[in-house]
Nanobody
Framework: QVQLVESGGGLVQAGGSLRLSCAASGRSISDYDMGWFRQVPGSEREIVAR????????YYPDSLKGRFTVSRDNVRNTIYLQMNSLTPGDTAVYYC????????????WGQGSQVTVSS
């Protein structure tokens, strides 16, 4: 069974940067498109980045293009999310998962990584 462990979050001032990591075990991520999601209390999880299994193509919501960059290391079974020019609106818990269609593949989520951006 897959296990996902997100890390790298924290408290940062607006305009700052963070780099999140998601280490997977139990499955090889090289077989999957992978993505980052985020969730704020009372809202649905939303996808913020998607990277194809070959690592050459990535997709972002229009509102995040140019600020977020997703990457992957299939040897380390890890994906990353570089977040720049952070705003308070980016405050959320960030999760990773494999992607199928437009949503998550695996029912089991990691604990997430809290990102808090102060103004």
């Amino acid at each position: 069974q897959v296990q996902l462990v997100e890390s790298g979050g924290g408290l940062v001032q607006a305009g700052g940067s963070l780099r999140l990591s998601c280490a997977a075990s139990g499955r090889s991520i090289s077989d999957y498109d992978m993505g980052w999601f985020r969730q704020v209390p009372g809202s649905e999880r939303e996808i913020v980045a998607r990277i194809m299994r070959n690592g050459f193509s990535a997709y972002y919501p229009d509102s995040l293009k140019g600020r977020f960059t997703v990457s992957r290391d299939n040897v380390r079974n890890t994906i990353y999310l570089q977040m720049n020019s952070l705003t308070p609106g980016d405050t959320a818990v960030y999760y990773c998962n494999a992607i199928v269609g437009e949503g998550p593949l695996w029912n089991r989520w990691g604990q997430g990584s809290q990102v808090t951006v102060s103004s």
